[in-house]
């Protein structure tokens, strides 16, 4: 018998089950093609864990509660999940979790096609992990390996989706104790993620079809959010081609035949609330009169001693009916609540989205399973359709309900709600179309259709088209006609500029995401060069005068630069003209060359990198880099605060310049539909294939991502057989 997979030939084959058949094409992307979804789980799982078995085991160990096992309390944990800076903060937060069965409680939400893939993942992963061939140094002798079972993977999807919620809390959520006069650390507005997206339909192309622009910004060293790209195919019900998380099955962005999304990260919106708790005791709190008893749970794990023993370490967690208990202070305490503490429906979401054929069904997708935790989605198609959504957990706090209950001062501004726990009228409220209490449905979250464009980079709803900004949603959901961006603000200049000249071509795209044009640089250098003349500053002024106003590896003059911006945006009042909400891209501007803390940051800027022993007119590539097996990798690119869109950012070596990539661009693709069915992509993985250094896909694409070129997809049966460069059958 044999399974006949179009040009590629006849593959030999069992009777029963149909094998799962993995074609590596260059760069070590891999297609695989399935009988059903547990199959296709079952490759996906297996390639994925051969490129990054060690950030899928390691997720693992975090998850369930082990680090302080094998490294000891005091370490800092790995992964992205949480805020936690000990691992016994760590294993004390999922210890928690898991012990209350959270995840468990939530599997019924799960489609029956989502938990197949699951099962086969699992199975994927263990067949690799049974191989016993793993080459990277990070685990291949680990004593923690171990099979990776189906709640793993639950418990992976539910830390990603809390992770931006309590999971930046979790030093709070396991510190704080009844009656502590030091208040727990404050939400930090810094744990987040961001992303670019751009969605042309029609209006904006020159062939009338859909292109899409994915460009998300993700933690370099955060193995449990790797992204890792695939094609995934049943043949006949199932074909999606992109990138998602290692550990994950589906994908959270790419494309199928007909239709492409990507997606943002909404760090406008706050997808939690705290509720001020009225003490009756240290242990207990008032709600309508009524005395209600904090729960107090006590969770043990075991903490590997200096002597290699293991001794368990108990210690309480508090929390109320709103959530976990993060801290107490002058006779009140403050719980907090997740809106995503009951939501496991994610992937549900990431495989309707693979399934839709147009961005209208896309948008539709999103609407009618609402997992996404903290999602934007830019749709657009063959025909070259367009849509935007919004449609994620969001706290039920209507404006009305903010004003009768809200008792920070700083809501309208920071659009944290902090809501009055002793009344139950102030508790969540529910819509009708929502799929679980407490959140705002559908209706009451922003949608958009337009014929044009979109553009995202995580600012708010409000302008996803300067030409139609969008209102009347909740505060909560996030601000409108406030200041956006400098990365907003250069996306649609660039954007505006292009159509411009002409309407975008699939390599007009490409050439706006590399474009590594500094936005702010642009505004400010020539005010900046007369300030460093009036100054005496020398060689420093020569170094931005001839500087190209780019982040290109070759620029001169950037880096010197980028250190004054880190420091005058440190300073208040930088611009002349300030903000106009009736102008939102091109205000604020003008620097303001007088303010004395702006002149003193050009001075300290050009004494450190003196100090340092750094030419003050160094190539950009020279003092922003990555070293893979010992080779020096120059990235191009720029933070988000100097507008760059390309943006990445790295750590700062005050005598080697930005030393390694911290934050920034991982996946990118540009889908250009050339005709109905007719996907043309190209895509880059900036940190590459594979974590693993033995590896031939660990570096491969960071050097074309250093060099602005791009991966040509395989797609079409054609292709993948034509370029086939390895072939694995999994029975």
Known sequence: MTVALGLLGAVPATASPAPTVIRYTEYGIPHIVAKDYESLGYGQGYAAARDNICAIEETALSTSAQRSAWYGADAAPIGGLTRASTNLASDLYFQHLNDSKVVESLLSQVDRDVRDA??????????????????????????WLRPLTEIDIYRHQYAISVAFGQGGEVDAITSAQPGSAAAAKAVDPEFTIGSNAIALGSAATANGRGVSLANPHLPWQATSLRMWQAHLTIPGKFNVSGAGTAGQPFLWMGHNETAAWSGTATDATRTFTLFQLKLASPTSYLVDGKIEQMRRDDVTVSVRQADGSLKPVTKPQWSSRYGPVTSWKNGVAYAFADANAQNLRLTNTLAALAKAKTADTMIAATRETQGLPWMNILATDDHGGLGYTQTHSVPNVTDAKAARCNTSPTFQRDGLAVLDGSRSECAWGTDRDALRPGVFGPSNLPVLKRDDYFENSNDSYWIMNPAQPLTGFARIVGPVETERKARTRDGFTEIADQLAKSKFTAQSIRDLMFSNRDYIGEQVVDDTVRMCRELALGKACDALAVWDKRNDVDSRGVLLFDRFWDRATDSADIWKVPFDPKDPINTPNTLDTANPKVRQALADAAAELTAGGIPLDAKWGDTQYVTRNGKRIPIS???????????????????????????????????????????????????????????????????????????????????????????????
């Open 637 to 731: 690119g720029g933070t988000a605060r100097l507008g760059v869109f390309n943006s990445i950012g790295g750590a700062w070596d005050p005598k080697r310049g930005y030393t390694e990539m911290v934050h920034g661009a991982t996946y990118l693709h540009v889908v250009a539909f050339t005709g109905p069915g007719r996907p043309d992509a190209t895509t880059v993985l900036a940190y590459s294939q594979s974590a693993d250094p033995t590896s031939p896909h660990y570096s491969d694409q960071t050097e074309l991502y250093s060099k602005k070129q791009w991966v040509k997809e395989r797609f079409s049966e054609r292709d993948i057989a034509a370029c086939t460069i390895e072939l694995k059958i999994l029975r």
């Open 118 to 143: 699951v099962r086969g993942y699992a199975n994927g992963v263990n067949k690799l992990l049974g191989e016993g061939r793993i080459t990277d140094p990070a685990c291949k002798t680990a004593g």
